[in-house]
């Protein structure tokens, strides 16, 4: 029985990363080399740089740029929108919120201090 419920588990954490992360063909989602500027940034093109380039920066906020980023890192609000906290503006707006496998990459990045390679 606890065998089964461990393998449930296991089953549910790696099912919830696969097939999420584009550029990885095997379909397992690998966060342990995070790079902002593979990474990062094509999670902000895809998901949030129609609203927050520096040209159209709805709600003052810019994510095309390192800087403008980490910011957003340090406040707390790029997670804590991501993670539909409350508290903070649910982000994508409108939209569904992020893939496991892209919220897993961004929280991997920021705990690795957030790197700028
Ligand atoms: C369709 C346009 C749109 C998209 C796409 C979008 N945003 Fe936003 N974002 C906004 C607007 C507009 C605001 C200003 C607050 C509001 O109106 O909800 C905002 C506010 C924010 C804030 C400030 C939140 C706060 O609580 O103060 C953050 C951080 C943010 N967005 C991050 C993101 C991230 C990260 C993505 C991609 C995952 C994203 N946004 C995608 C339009 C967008």
Redesign the pocket.
């Known amino acids: 029985m606890k065998i089964l419920v461990v393998f449930t588990v296991l089953l549910l954490v790696f099912s919830s990363c696969l097939y999420k992360n584009e550029e990885d063909i095997t379909g397992i989602c690998d966060t342990s080399a995070v790079k902002y500027s593979t990474d990062i940034v094509r999670?902000?093109d895809e998901?949030?740089?129609?609203?927050?380039s520096t040209d159209?920066h709805?709600?003052?906020?810019i994510?095309d740029t390192y800087a403008q980023t980490v910011v957003?890192v340090k406040?707390g609000?790029?997670m804590?929108?991501?993670l539909h906290k409350s508290?903070?503006?649910?982000?994508?707006?409108?939209?569904a919120k992020?893939d496991n496998c892209?919220i897993a990459t961004?929280n991997a990045w920021i705990k690795a201090g957030y790197p700028n390679n």
């Open positions: 999670i902000m998901n949030c740089n129609g609203c927050h159209q709805q709600g003052k906020v994510l957003h406040n609000k790029l804590g929108s991501i508290g903070y503006d649910a982000m994508p707006k409108n939209a992020l892209s961004l």
